[in-house]
């Protein structure tokens, strides 16, 4: 989620960064919601600091035997307001985490413009590109057509977007992970192997940017994690 902070102090530097994002300037409304919430907090502490010396005073009154009925009905009026001030400082900062929230990252400053992917930049070119002398197939076709890969069978257990390797594409994908960490945490690699938990709290997911924007594609258990 975007720094509230970065936007107070960056605020041309924020919407352009969502105009190559082919979005609208923001920062305007979501700095009145910040302003806004700000001021609550402000007045909210600034009520507590009175109604915590309005306190002192009526104990300083009681132990001397005075009335303190004025202050003490100060102190109820105090209340209401801070109740009130208070509710409207978490409505704000909700409300402005879910502005937040939902917004792409900027991209970088290299990252070229474009309304779409006809707008890349061909940045470098390895190797020389085969010309065939035919329509060329691609992974789907020939793994079905070798019988590694079975994309209708996943689909029934899984959904879309899965498949079953089977035979040496299975082996070919084991032998591809485990060279890749052999090659990058042995010695000369500079990493650390990490085998992390399987499931995590929302907290984490939301931490990465994948909640709340990923939230229908993601898997989830029905229990919350403790």
Same mark, same amino acid.
């Given at each position: @989620? ?6 107070? /102090? ?5 919407? %352009? ?20 919430? +700000? %001021?609550?907090?402000? /007045? ?20 001397k035997g005075e009335l303190a /009925? ?9 209340? /209401? ?12 900062? %909700? ?9 792409? $990252? ?5 990252? *070229? ?6 707008? $890349?930049?061909?940045? +470098?070119?390895?190797? $020389? ?19 590694? @890969? ?29 060279? @890749? ?5 042995? *010695? ?5 192997e990490v085998n992390p938990p ?9 931490g990465v940017g994948q909640l *709340? ?14």
């Amino acid at each position: @989620m975007h720094d509230i902070r970065f936007i107070r /102090e960056n605020p041309a530097a924020f919407d %352009a960064g969502l105009g190559k994002r082919n979005l609208p300037p923001l920062s305007t409304e979501i700095l009145e919601i910040d302003k806004r919430r +700000r %001021a609550a907090i402000s /007045e909210s502490e600034s009520l507590q600091a009175r109604r915590k010396a309005l306190s002192q005073q009526i104990g300083a009154a009681k132990r001397k035997g005075e009335l303190a /009925e004025q202050l003490m009905a100060e102190v109820a009026s105090l209340e /209401e307001k801070l109740k009130k001030r208070e509710a409207e400082a978490t409505a704000l900062d %909700a409300e402005l985490t879910r502005r937040l929230e939902v917004l792409p $990252n900027l991209p970088a400053d290299d990252v *070229p413009d474009g309304s779409d992917e006809t707008g $890349n930049v061909e940045l +470098r070119r390895v190797g $020389n590109q085969r010309n065939f002398g035919f329509p060329p197939k691609d992974h789907q076709a020939l793994g079905e057509a070798t019988g590694e @890969m079975d994309f209708a069978r996943a689909a029934k257990i899984s959904g879309a977007r899965f498949v079953f390797l089977k035979s040496h594409l299975a082996r070919l994908e084991r032998a591809l992970a485990q060279f @890749m960490l052999d090659l990058h945490t042995g *010695p000369e690699g500079g990493y650390l192997e990490v085998n992390p938990p399987f499931l995590v709290k929302d907290t984490a997911v939301y931490g990465v940017g994948q909640l *709340p924007k990923f939230a229908e594609d993601m898997f989830h258990t029905t229990t919350a994690i403790g």
